[in-house]
């Protein structure tokens, strides 16, 4: 059996979901060479290494079109009675219903993008510091000041809020329409919100 290409994500069960879009636990798959972290695991003879993450994506269009977002909450809720066909949105709301999603998404990304590169940029702070103070032993220079320590508060504080963004994957096909699905419209499939086509 020919060995799949890596990275991987493994779509599991759905956590929750929102007007924006919605949330799984997911499984990223990397080589068992990779450097980012994960359990070692063994997968019919190859060797893998596995990261447990949490897995978003925004509504797709026939989702949206579908009204996916309103019965799923409404079944989350166990609000059971209202998990019914509504209409189909006009396009204008579709469109709406798409940007509104694409928007949530793109920011939250943005923001994600950026914490990790203040996280990079204390990492380098704070390797730079240990390397001053390594070379003021050696040379018998003055002793520590804590003038110079980099803010290592705030960097402990960005590490422990802040969960590791692990960059957006496509899924392995488990993420499309499951056939034991309460809403059986559920599923990564046809257009995203970005128009790009999702394949399962």
């Keep these: 059996e020919e060995e799949p290409a890596l990275p991987l994500l493994h779509i599991g069960n759905r956590v929750r979901s929102s007007v924006q879009g919605t949330t799984h636990e997911g499984f990223l798959f990397l080589s068992a060479e990779d450097t980012d972290g994960g359990v070692d695991v063994i997968l019919n003879g190859n060797g893998y290494k596995v990261i447990p993450c949490i897995a978003k994506r925004p509504w797709s269009i026939d989702e949206l079109n579908a009204s996916v977002p309103s019965k799923v909450m409404a079944f989350e809720q166990q609000r059971f009675d209202a998990v019914e066909d509504d209409p189909a949105p006009e396009s204008w709301e579709l ?97 995203d919100v970005w128009g790009k086509p999702l394949v399962v």
């Design 95 to 191: 469109d709406a219903r798409a940007g509104a999603a694409r928007n949530y998404y793109e920011v939250e990304m943005h923001v994600f993008q950026k914490f990790e590169q203040k996280k990079a940029l204390y990492e380098q702070l704070l390797r730079q510091k240990q390397q001053d103070e390594e070379r003021g032993s050696a040379s018998g220079g003055r002793g520590k000041d804590e003038n110079d320590n980099p803010p290592i508060i705030e960097k402990n504080v960005a590490n422990i809020v802040v969960p590791k963004f692990l960059r957006v994957y496509p899924d392995d096909g488990s993420g499309g329409p499951r056939a034991d699905d309460a809403i059986p419209e559920y599923g990564s499939t046809g257009l």
